[in-house]
């Protein structure tokens, strides 16, 4: 059995002479099963790191459920390669509908050196929780009403020009454009990139595939930057609760060259009771979407 650690997380906010708690959710590490005992070592260090900091971290049992009061879930995977070096990666995501919120990665060179990792981890953790929660609170802050009079009579409109944002050209294909389920998982990524985009404050302009392969991406990208998703794979497990693993190849255009080209693989994408396949599919253009951000971030000056 896969470790299970739920950690949740307590964040006090003053108001109004009253205290309301925000809950965090730490999901299962992901990973083989040899690699069970080497969970329990990050997940220990994450709730130490969260505790230092004065937050209430209780440890939930393996069979119990998610709070349904919980605003964030934080989830991870544990990985080795043939040479035992290792791989994590934690994620914070929506509750609500699995959006992927930020992810933060880390790697130890053998399976002794995991704890640094962990703590490397443990660091990055903290104030990525503390910001999304505090984002949270200020969207549920109450609008102010405005207790002036109405005033009836009528004003002409006022155009006001919209600022400008950058471009990220896109395209989205599959090699198999007959594949149904190939063909799912790219509409459901073309349906994702513009909100995508205006998240990461860019206008996602789509174009076709081919002006975004190796040989045209450099010509038609030039003062932009440019991605290239193409859907390699997409199978979902059905089952009450459906699971979903997708390959993606990733091309990113920065500054007049390909600055990434890789293959990437989203983890397990776990669904809800009775989802549907574009809702599943869209999930996981999401996942796609948040790994091919992180690269934007590294690869990509002033990328948010």
Do not use: C
């Not at 929660?133 to 207790?147: C, F, H, I, M, S």
């Amino acid at each position: 059995m896969l470790l299970r650690v739920l950690v949740t997380v307590v964040w006090l906010i003053a108001g109004a002479g009253r205290v309301h708690a925000e809950t965090v959710a730490l999901l299962p590490l992901d990973g083989e099963k040899r690699l069970e005992i080497y969970g329990q070592p990050v997940a220990s260090e994450i709730g130490r790191a969260l505790k230092a900091q004065g937050f209430d971290v209780v440890v939930v049992g393996a069979k119990m459920d998610v709070p349904d009061r919980a605003q964030l879930i934080v989830d991870g995977t544990i990985k080795a390669d043939k040479a035992n070096a290792i791989t994590l990666s934690i994620r914070i995501r929506d509750p609500h509908n699995g959006t992927v919120l930020e992810t933060l990665p880390a790697s130890a060179a053998s399976l002794t050196a995991i704890d640094k990792a962990a703590a490397d981890l443990s660091t990055r953790i903290v104030p990525a929780v503390r910001a999304h929660l505090a984002a949270l609170a200020k969207a549920a802050q109450p609008v102010p009403v405005d207790d002036k009079p109405v005033d009836t009579k009528p004003t002409p409109p006022v155009r006001s020009a919209a600022p400008s944002l950058a471009a990220i050209v896109t395209s989205v294909s599959s090699p198999r454009p007959s594949n149904p389920a190939l063909e799912l998982l790219a509409m459901g990524l073309g349906n994702e990139l513009p909100r995508w985009g205006l998240m990461h404050k860019r206008e996602a302009r789509k174009v076709e595939p081919a002006t975004l392969g190796r040989a045209a991406a450099i010509k038609t990208v030039q003062d932009a930057v440019g991605i290239a998703l193409e859907v390699l794979s997409f199978t979902v497990a059905p089952g009450e609760v459906p699971l979903g693993r997708a390959r993606v190849r990733v091309r990113i255009v920065n500054s007049g060259a390909i600055v990434f080209e890789r293959v990437v693989r989203t983890d397990t994408i776990v669904g809800d009771k009775g989802i549907s396949e574009q809702d599943m599919a869209a999930r996981t253009g999401r996942e796609v979407l948040a790994i091919a951000n992180a690269h934007l971030r590294r690869l990509v000056a002033g990328w948010r």
